[in-house]
């Protein structure tokens, strides 16, 4: 029967074929439809389908409002979108299914921790697992493409999306990035377990001056290609389906409009064969950066520049036919942008599997082994900054007060891309405690800060103090002008402490927050984020030591809000001895890649494995690793380089390997990185890649202030 069929609609062809067949099929009408991503509400559902039904809609995305993750959102049922699909499948004339898009940032049902967190764990192998497991959950509810991972390095915590990235550093974003994109697509996006993956925002997002979001960026071209481009490329080569350009304006071009970032950089330099999305109604908004005239101009400026997929504003939809007809578009750039979207249909199975199974998420949705992979992830990302030799707590009979403005919250747990997660299956902090500890006497507060609170911290032996953000005090649209924690928790944390008590300080966030000496010198500082579903219970873990506190932190934290942006890899500058502050030091008050965990670990022995390779060469660096300690536990081991002498200004360091090792007291073990082109090199002038002749300094360690250093040459 197949064979008798239309070629594209043979999954036994190759997709290439199946496209070209389908396009030639296609009126210009149909075209533009499947560049058209509409999202439905009540009051449009009527239109909407009709709209379907004509061949007008390529995508649907599942959100209710331009605000997805910040407000909330009803999940759309799979009847409902078994039953647009249908209408598209069954009802037009070539049967081209619908796309479904929602965003997945860290987790569907089962919600794991912000995505910095995760990055907090140094570990691709968990990353994955975990994009994985929202990739399933998220299948089964019938969703075909998630807009994640957040691909944005951002160096200033002020920008409140500074919660959905892998945090400051290019390297460890680029890891984490093929990390994600194999855990959403698998080896086979067409799996029923799979969803496409969406890098975003493209590109400099996150460079947002005055870290307020949607706001200008200017970025040098070797900065952008060393590092804001770093992850994008990484997921472009680990086979991202699609991109989504940016709200943003960089370097004077919107992001949506610029030919330069989209074609020339991402489509010819990158290679990315997917295709691009706008961010929501960006294209209309080329109208408020005022470099299109009207909604008209920008749909022509959008879709020349390389968007191939407009998401909601309906500027493609209302003005592609009568552009093309003008000659005022390219009609082969239309057909790329269909070709792209159909070639993701395709790959993703959806004209063999266009509906889901509406018993489907039932088995899979906040599953057992989901839920405790999230309790593991929670422990594993959770920053230990300080510990006076507090924890890991014991679990003896005791009076334990759990208290503070988080210690009763639920919903600051899961953190604020949480669209599908349910509140009322988070468990608190208070309940979490009393669960893991059932010998001790649990004395709780109401959540306001009151003399309540103080009055149980005064009877308690051990004092747990919540302290934190909400979950709406950043994500999108959220920024601070001041790293300062809400109003009235400076105040607690010093009254907390003045009662001479051991207390640990647990504060939930999305971004780095100054704190006050007090929180500095507790007992113990442990930084556990929007920790997810299973965030209570994880950090109950580690404050009882059935679980080691894992995290490093994946960006600096300053010591005031004039600090930033500041990152570890700054370049190298003529009087850095100068470059100071007189009310300051000008040093962070936690470094990049540092976290303690409950036992000691030592670097020594470094070697190099050659003195000197040629440019195209690898060399191996090793260290010996040592606990020194008196329990089993596992470092972050990081490599560091240096290019001593360069063409242009390079970074004093930049992280260029890491691995977890776990070992057992006493135990060593060496521990090696490869260095090699893709390590050593840099985008030069003119945005070449180069690896130049000269020494290189490497260091290995257990964060950015290693010193255990040694050098190598690259010859001529
Ligand atoms: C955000 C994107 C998101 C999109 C769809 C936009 O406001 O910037 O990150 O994927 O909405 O919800």
Request: aromatic share 6%; charged share 20%.
């Amino acid at each position: 029967m197949i064979e008798d069929g239309p070629v594209y609609r043979n999954p036994t062809q190759p997709v290439a074929r199946r496209v070209e067949d389908l396009l030639t099929r296609m009126t210009p009408a149909e075209k533009i439809g499947q560049l058209n991503q509409v999202f439905v509400v009540p009051e449009n559902r009527e239109q909407i389908t009709e709209l379907i039904r004509q061949g007008g809609v390529g995508s649907r995305i599942i959100a209710t409002s331009h605000l997805a993750g910040s407000t909330e959102q009803q999940a759309a049922e799979v009847e409902d979108l078994n039953d647009l699909q249908r209408i598209a499948v069954e009802e037009t004339r070539l049967g081209i299914p619908l796309i479904h898009g929602r965003d997945i940032i860290h987790g569907h049902r089962t919600v794991f921790p912000i995505p910095l967190a995760l990055a907090a764990m140094f570990d691709e192998a968990l990353v994955e697992e975990a994009f994985a497991v929202a990739a399933r959950e998220a299948a089964s509810a019938g969703v075909h493409w998630s807009f994640a991972p957040m691909l944005d390095i951002a160096r200033d915590p002020r920008w409140g999306r500074v919660v959905e990235g892998f945090g400051e550093d290019p390297y460890l974003a680029s890891r984490l990035a093929i990390a994600a994109v194999h855990g959403f697509q698998g080896d086979d996006p067409a799996a029923p377990d799979r969803v496409l993956a969406c890098a975003k925002h493209y590109v400099g997002y996150g460079a947002a001056e005055g870290g307020r979001d949607y706001n200008t960026a200017e970025i040098s071209d070797t900065t952008l290609r060393n590092v804001y481009l770093a992850p994008f490329r990484a997921a472009v080569d680990a086979g991202v389906g699609s991109v989504m350009s940016a709200f943003h304006d960089l370097n004077g071009e919107p992001a949506t409009g610029s030919f330069y970032l989209l074609t020339e950089i991402l489509k010819h330099e990158l290679g990315f064969q997917g295709f691009v999305v706008s961010d929501w109604a960006s294209v209309a908004e080329l109208v408020n950066h005022r470099v299109a005239a009207d909604r008209c101009d920008a749909a022509r400026i959008a879709l020349m520049a390389g968007v191939d997929m407009d998401m909601v504003c309906g500027c493609f939809q209302e003005h592609l036919a009568g552009l093309l007809e003008r000659g005022a578009i390219d009609a082969a750039r239309l057909d790329d942008a269909v070709r792209r979207v159909l070639g993701a249909k395709f790959r993703l199975g959806l004209f063999e599997r266009p509906y889901t199974d509406p018993q489907a998420g039932a088995r899979v949705r906040f599953a057992p082994e989901h839920r405790a992979l999230a309790r593991r992830i929670a422990a594993r990302a959770a920053v230990l900054l300080e510990n006076r030799g507090l924890l890991p707590l014991t679990k003896e009979a005791r009076r334990i007060a759990v208290i503070g403005p988080l210690a009763q919250e639920r919903r600051a747990l899961l953190g604020s891309w949480v669209l599908d997660g349910i509140i009322a299956e988070t468990q608190t902090l208070v309940e979490a405690v009393a669960e893991v500890c059932p010998q001790a006497e649990i004395l709780s507060a109401s959540r306001a800060l009151s003399d309540e609170m103080l009055m149980r911290a005064a009877e308690a032996d051990v004092v747990i103090l919540a302290v934190g953000e909400s979950d709406a005090r950043n994500g999108e649209y959220n920024n601070v002008a001041e790293l300062r924690l809400p109003a009235g928790q400076d105040e607690l944390i010093e009254a907390v402490a003045g009662l001479e008590k051991p207390f640990i300080v647990v504060v939930l966030s999305g971004r780095p927050v100054v704190l006050n000496r007090a929180a500095r010198q507790a007992s113990a500082l442990l930084w556990a984020w929007h920790p997810g579903s299973m965030g209570a219970a994880g950090i109950a873990d580690v404050l009882f030591g059935d679980a080691e506190p894992g995290g490093r932190l994946p960006l600096t934290f300053p010591r005031s809000t004039g600090h930033v942006p500041i990152h570890y890899n700054h370049r190298s500058t003529g009087r850095p001895a100068m470059s100071r502050y007189h009310d300051m030091p000008a040093t962070p008050l936690y470094r990049f890649g540092s976290g303690l965990g409950y036992t000691t670990f030592t670097f020594s022995d470094i070697v190099v494995s050659a003195a000197t390779i040629a440019a195209d060469g690898h060399l191996t660096v090793s260290a010996l690793v040592t606990n020194t300690g008196l329990r089993a536990g596992e470092t972050v081991a990081q490599c560091y380089v240096r290019d001593d002498v360069a063409s242009i200004t390079r970074p004093v360091r930049e992280l260029k390997g890491f691995a977890r090792v776990a070992l057992a007291p006493g135990e060593s073990r060496r521990v090696a990185f490869d260095l090699g082109p893709a390590e050593l090199g840099f985008y030069g002038r003119h945005g070449r890649w180069r690896v130049e002749p000269g020494t290189f300094t490497v260091w290995v360690g257990a964060d950015s202030s290693a010193n255990l250093e040694a050098r190598f040459t690259v010859a001529l």
